[in-house]
């Protein structure tokens, strides 16, 4: 029986939508996967000559222990975000002749090879090697590594239980934030504490036995708890969240668009992955701080004016490339319905523009790092209002890949193609060239003010540029239609 | 109302629907069958101008409509799910087609009071989005959305498919008593030829892309379908 389950899990994996995707994306997807790879791996190599240096009086191994309980956390949230919980493929199978239990193990057991339970391993091994090259004890070393092992099994299971479950996020959330700020301000050396116990791991190999029986208890509640509910409507469907309805009648002030508009935003605020594209827009806000505060960095060198363009045009950048795929699942509608092309892409042009002019008010107190940074992102604003909102809504029309809203929003690829790869380039690239060249030519002010310049030249002709990007619309939109009716591109 | 002229479609160098000539009334009811892969969702495509005509074309209330888009404030549709937008709620939709035709709330909330019978209290004030209706229930805001603002052509791909018999029954009655009206020219499909013999004036079969009858509805048009459809 395990044998066809596991010829099942094959073909799923090597069936997935994901590996049809177009060669550039899985380029960039397993490049992306090597890079974190060797990190970890890098990581693991050098964590212990890493330690020895920071804290020469502290046994690395002690150290590595004190901060397993982050590990633990953060991956715990890793988890939770991305692991998906593995009961949906078992819909097909309930009407065979196989026994419940015997699903529930394979489901339960076959979690094991998740990628999740991998991360932690990737980092471990390489460390634990070193520890044996280094003339540590081979039974008090292999026996934590298997400690670890069934700890991170433990979580594994822990993270079915919790089955994203809202509250428990924040518990996390909460841990980790107590845990950091009782060690950083020294109230309770709960860290150290906490290493301890984990150190006992290495001390003591028969401890080893603890969490092994944790992992193999957690695989029990699980069981239990997923055999009794291996029915169509009770953990395998999908629950439904009640309606919130919002009338958004501030909306009616942009007069002939307000339709659009409000559908825009309901769009975004109603689908988690828009909804995640606003979140990162705020967190990029608080990335520009890494810039600022750089050591070398003057208020005048280019890396501000990049900043400048990036975190007012984020959102942009984000939600724009996809545009219209965004709309892709009733494009057909659209097309057949009494719309006018040109409102459609007026609302998408005001949306973006009113997105700049967030990010840039969010920006002002920056200021605080020189008066230059202002103004900096003040011609940046108009640099991405006048000739970034256009660009972005003309690369639309060769948009012609589905995105499916309902699905989830962490590293989903769905509707990205060439397009959206090389269209990052021109808007960010061009406006630093520029700036750089008349900066090397003339002088900071002229340059500034010419990025300001182009903006406002491009605000004065919108709606030109609206009536070309409503005719590629038009030429395109045969092929659109097809390509946004196709799942799985 | 609606000419075809020297209308095909090719794929591939495969003739998917090829029509020389059909003219269709004002105020006609009009049925279009046909096994799977006759051309019927294409031809709807077609006259909605979402697919564009290998050659000839169709004009709509004289209209070409892959020419101008002048036909749309007349025309209203619904061909599938992907005509409905799934995290809106039922009212939302409404109002929001509404607003593009130019109808107030008002007036989209007097025309939905005549549909209560047909959403037999599933639909409004569910508190539920789109996508979380059954497709039965998502059928019915489909059909409804598209009698709004009045228009005078409307055109739907088997209406009847996943409705419950009551509504299926109910829908009937909308039909035949919009084709009474003369003023509204209703274009179907449907794969009952029972339903589309009691509703149509005229239907018209499509094998393999091309009309092979086109039928004045009369006692004897179910017989006369029944015997073409058996293999």
Redesign the interface.
């Known amino acids: 029986m395990f044998k066809h389950f596991l010829n099942l899990k094959i073909k799923s994996f090597f069936r997935a939508s994901a590996l049809g995707k177009s060669l550039i994306i899985k380029t960039v997807m397993i490049f992306f996967g090597v890079y974190l790879l060797l990190v970890m791996v890098g990581l693991g190599v050098f964590l212990y000559t890493l330690l020895k240096t920071e804290f020469p009086n502290v046994d690395p191994v002690l150290k590595v222990n004190e901060y397993i309980m982050y590990w633990l956390f953060i991956e715990l949230l890793l988890r939770y975000f991305l692991q998906k919980l593995p009961v949906m493929n078992v819909k097909p199978l309930l009407m065979l002749p196989i026994k419940k239990s015997v699903i529930t193990h394979f489901v339960l057991s076959s979690s094991i090879f998740s990628i999740y339970n991998f991360l932690a391993l990737f980092v471990c091994i390489p460390f634990c090697v070193v520890l044996l090259f280094k003339g540590y004890p081979a039974l008090h070393v292999i026996s934590w590594f298997f400690g670890i092992l069934g700890i991170i099994i433990t979580t594994n299971y822990i993270n079915f239980i919790i089955n994203k479950s809202d509250k428990m996020l924040a518990l996390i959330v909460f841990f980790i934030a107590a845990l950091y700020s009782l060690s950083y301000l020294e109230i309770f050396p709960l860290r150290q504490y906490l290493g301890k116990l984990f150190y006992g791991l290495y001390q003591y190999p028969i401890l080893v036995l603890v969490p092994i029986l944790t992992a193999i208890g957690a695989y029990y509640v699980n069981y239990n708890f997923l055999c009794k509910r291996i029915f169509l409507d009770q953990s395998l469907e999908e629950t ?1 969240k ?2 919130e ?1 919002s009338e958004l009648l501030w909306t009616k002030k942009f007069g002939d668009i ?2 659009f508009l ?2 825009d935003l ?2 975004i605020w ?2 988690k992955r828009t909804k995640t594209q606003v979140f990162i827009s705020f967190a990029m806000l608080f990335y520009a701080l890494y810039f600022y505060t750089m050591d070398g960095v003057g208020p005048t060198s280019t890396v501000i004016v990049f900043v400048g363009i990036f975190i007012t045009g984020i959102f942009m950048s984000n939600f724009g490339q996809f545009i219209p795929a965004w709309d892709s ?5 659209m ?6 092309l040109r409102k459609y892409i007026a609302s998408k042009a005001l949306l973006i523009s009113a997105s700049i002019v967030a990010m840039f008010l969010f920006a002002i107190p920056y200021v605080y790092f020189g008066w230059q940074v202002l103004v900096i992102n003040f011609c940046c604003a108009l640099y991405n209002l006048g000739v970034n909102t256009p660009l972005i809504l003309a690369s639309g029309a060769l948009n012609k890949k589905r995105i499916d ?2 699905k989830s929003a962490f590293a989903n690829m769905q509707g990205a193609g060439a397009v959206q790869f090389l269209i990052v380039l021109p808007l960010f690239g061009m406006p630093i060239l520029i700036f750089l060249l008349f900066k090397l030519v003339l002088s900071f002010n002229l340059a500034i003010a010419v990025i300001g310049l182009l903006g406002i030249i491009g605000i004065s002709f919108k709606n030109q540029l609206l009536d070309v990007i409503t005719k590629r619309y038009q030429q395109n939109k ?1 092929e659109m ?2 390509g946004f ?1 196709e799942e799985n591109s | 109302m609606i000419t075809v002229q020297n209308l095909t479609k090719k794929y591939n160098n495969k003739h998917v629907l090829s029509i020389t000539h059909l003219q269709i009334e004002k105020g006609q009811s009009f049925g279009l069958v046909g096994n799977n892969g006759a051309g019927k969702t294409t031809f709807f ?1 077609l006259l ?5 005509p290998s050659s000839g074309f169709i004009i709509n209330g004289g209209v070409r409509v892959d020419e101008s ?1 002048a036909w ?2 007349f ?3 619904f ?1 599938d799910e ?8 039922p ?2 939709y409404f109002y ?2 509404g ?3 130019h109808q107030n709330k008002a007036d989209v909330d007097a025309l939905l009071s005549t549909f209560n019978d047909f959403f037999n209290g599933e639909i409004l004030g569910q ?3 789109l ?2 209706l059954s497709k039965g229930n998502q059928k019915k805001v489909g059909i409804v959305a598209s009698f709004i ?1 009045k228009p005078e052509v409307v055109i739907l791909d088997e209406p009847f498919a996943n409705l419950d018999p009551s509504t299926q029954i109910r829908l009937k009655e909308i039909i035949t008593a919009l084709a009474k009206q003369k003023e509204v020219t209703v274009l179907m499909s449907s794969h009952d030829l029972i339903h589309l013999t009691e509703v149509c004036e005229r239907i018209v079969v499509l094998n393999q892309g091309e009309i092979v009858k086109d039928i004045k509805t009369s006692a004897k048009t179910l017989k006369e379908l029944e015997q073409f459809f058996t293999p």
């Open positions: 439904t009640e309606a309805v307000a339709p409000q559908l309901k769009m109603r689908n699942t009733y494009y057909s509608m097309m057949a319905q009494n719309i006018p809203l309902d045969y239609i097809a009716k | 495509s909605l101008d979402l697919i564009k888009e749309k404030p025309t209203s549709s061909i992907s005509f409905l937008i799934g995290y809106l709620t009212e939302e929001f087609l607003d593009l035709r508190k539920k989005y996508r979380s603002g």
